[in-house]
């Protein structure tokens, strides 16, 4: 059916006056009644010189209808009430198009526009321009094409998240980063992160007690007497627990004396063992000085004999009398029918306990894997004592006095628990008081030293320039090696660059033949040599034993002679120097500098770093157990990121 559109009718006042308030639009039609001309309105066009005339009467946004070309068209026509309306002619001009199966029918069918339509886009309405845009169509359903019903989104599911969905060990995994390994000094709160994942969700809940349980971390006696209380108000949290760790135990934290910390009572071998009691399924106990008072006997009996699953134990500086003497009752009055299954063991600097002790212990160890018995009175017979069963990697038998060389070398070189498993050694002495290796025993040692070794110390032993070929062959795949006394800091040369043919030799070589042929096989053979030599694998090399005139600092710094600070070095990264030359480098590091080296101090122990892109390695290794440093002195018995009275001992202190 024909639109209805109405007709221009009578001037309307309301519109009289509007010429200098509104713009005149013309329909985008062509009318066929002939169009008055007027003058031009310079309302009518927009303020800008150049810019697009959108009430121009030719194609919308055809760009290039400025104010110049304008002139150049039709005058528009003005409006006026009493002319006819150009919609009628629109109309007109509208098709009707009939169905193809009904071509009578005027029900069915639909109108098209004429073709010179020109949309909606301006009709004047009430005096003024009222826009009939596609939006403003679309918005009264008059578009020809329909939007989309939205689609509600599914609600979420509780616990059905992507990171809830992962399985509990990799979702322990990415919990466990959060964990602090090393507390925080003093009593500052730790571990905020984790506490408020606890609040999370029931799954995240749980796997975050997993976490803070699995571990736990003593750095004072209150943490203790809270941990303690926690666990026996909800003793099923006591099974999470699978490592005590004491190792940052600082007892002056809170108290100042022994008096106030007894009158306490956070901490005693009491609350210990009841706390032991409510952990069954403990795997790892590492303990310290500050705390051997309050193991007991019953405490220790509980320790090794109370656990199905205990694997490490660490009583690293325990030297208290009351600790001797409970640790002997402990383990000379046990029954010893059934081994222990422990793997892991320190007895680093218990140097009250008696050699029969010991050899009891060690006798009964059939899976040991790292023994750190630095300072202990052991003898050669518990040494050999250890059961042929265990799998020794780490052995410190650092300052063990009463071990002799013949001893030492026949275990290393017929015990089947060291022959093929042996990954670190120390047999380290301090020179000042005691020596157990001479030039002799060194020349025996050397040969019997597996090639599983990454880590070995002969400080405190005899060594001469005739060591070093029998040293050669154990930097190919030694990481960390620290040398005797009686070398010089230009002997080192040997380890790191094939030897050259000495200038004695060839020139005797030459005068007594004075043939072309020998100077030329002379040189063919130091060019095989070259070709055979094998790179070492050096990160570390302890030069601590070199004192006074054996470690000069102008031969160092000499890359002519010594061939220690040059880049063929590579990759070592760290030299480790006496508390003697440290002192002199203080002095200036100048020198150090210009080779790119620097000196790094902690403790009583001093470094040269390499610097720059030399230095690429994080000296992170599996046979570490979480330390990244090089040069550790004990041995570690639990995986994890070295501090406190361990990192003292490891690193810190002199041997």
């Excluded at 803070?212 to 303690?228: A, D, M």
């Excluded at 007894?262 to 106990?285: I, M």
Aim: with cysteine; hydrophobic share 40%; proline share 6%.
């Amino acid at each position: 059916m024909p639109l209805a559109l109405p007709r221009a009718g009578a001037a309307n006042p309301a519109l009289s006056g509007l010429n200098d308030e509104c713009r005149p639009a013309s329909y985008k039609t062509s009318a066929e009644v002939p169009e008055e001309i007027s003058s031009p309105t310079p309302m009518n066009t927009r303020s800008s010189f150049s810019s697009i005339r959108e009430d121009d009467t030719h194609l919308a946004q055809t760009f290039t209808a400025s104010k110049v070309s304008s002139y150049t068209h039709q005058d528009d026509q003005a409006i006026q009430d009493n002319s006819p309306s150009d919609m009628g002619t629109m109309v007109q001009h509208a098709e009707f198009f009939p169905p193809v199966t009904r071509p009578y029918s005027r029900l069915h069918g639909n109108w098209s526009p004429a073709e010179n339509f020109k949309g909606w886009k301006q009709i004047n309405v009430r005096g003024r321009l009222a826009s009939r845009s596609f939006s403003d169509l679309a918005s009264l359903s008059l578009a020809w094409e329909f939007r989309p019903a939205p689609v509600r989104r599914p609600s979420k599911v509780t616990g059905d998240s992507p990171i809830e969905r992962l399985p509990l060990e990799l979702l322990s995994s990415i919990i466990n980063l959060l964990l602090l390994d090393v507390p925080p000094n003093g009593i500052t709160k730790r571990n905020m992160d984790l506490m408020s994942l606890l609040l999370t969700s029931k799954k995240i809940h749980g796997a975050t007690l997993l976490t803070l349980y699995r571990q736990i971390t003593i750095p004072h006696s209150k943490i203790f007497q809270k941990f303690l209380a926690h666990v026996s108000c909800h003793q099923p949290l006591g099974t999470l627990v699978r490592r005590f760790d004491f190792c940052h135990f600082n007892p002056s934290t809170l108290f100042e004396t022994a008096s106030e910390r007894s009158q306490a009572r956070n901490l005693t071998s009491d609350t210990l063992l009841q706390a032991l009691d409510l952990t069954p399924h403990l795997q790892e106990f590492l303990a310290q000085e500050h705390i051997d008072d309050d193991l007991d006997e019953r405490v220790l009996k509980k320790l090794f004999f109370g656990f199905e699953r205990i694997q490490a134990l660490d009583f690293c500086g325990c030297s208290a009398a009351s600790f001797r003497d409970s640790f002997t009752a402990a383990i000379l009055s046990a029954d010893w029918s059934q081994p222990l299954a422990l793997k892991r063991l320190s007895l680093h600097r218990c140097n009250t306990l008696a050699p029969v002790v010991l050899e009891t212990l060690l006798a009964n160890l059939p899976e040991a894997t790292h023994l750190d018995l630095a300072g202990t009175r052991i003898t050669d017979a518990a040494l050999a004592a250890i059961p042929h069963s265990a799998r020794i990697t780490h052995l410190n038998l650092a300052k063990c006095n009463n071990l002799s060389a013949g001893g030492i070398m026949n275990f290393i070189s017929t015990h089947p628990a060291v022959t093929g498993t042996l990954v670190w050694l120390s047999l380290a002495t301090d020179a000042r008081t005691h020596e157990i290796f001479d030039a002799e025993a060194i020349r025996q040692l050397l040969p019997l030293l597996p090639r599983t070794l990454k880590s070995l110390s002969l400080k405190g032993s005899r060594m001469d320039r005739s060591h070093i070929p029998l040293l050669r062959p154990l930097t190919k795949h030694l990481e960390e090696l620290a040398l005797g006394r009686g070398l010089r800091v230009n002997d080192t040369n040997g380890l790191f660059v094939p030897d050259e043919p000495a200038k004695d030799d060839l020139n005797n070589e030459l005068t007594s033949d004075d043939s072309f042929s020998d100077a030329s096989s002379i040189s063919q053979q130091a060019a095989a040599a070259l070709d055979e030599w094998v790179p070492h694998t050096l990160r570390y090399i302890d030069l601590s034993d070199m004192w006074h005139g054996e470690l000069d600092l102008p031969m160092l710094y000499n890359t002519a002679g010594c061939a220690l600070l040059t880049s063929t070095t590579g990759p070592l990264e760290v030299i480790e120097v006496s508390e003697d030359v440290a002192k002199r480098l203080a002095k200036g590091h100048a020198p150090l500098t210009r080779l790119g080296w620097r000196v790094s101090e902690l403790g009583s122990r001093t470094w040269i770093v390499r610097m720059g892109a030399g230095a690429t390695d994080g000296g992170a290794r599996s046979w570490k157990m979480g330390a990244e440093n090089w040069g550790m002195r004990k041995v570690p018995v639990a995986r994890a990121e070295v501090g406190g009275m361990y990192g003292s001992y490891m690193f810190a202190r002199k041997l």
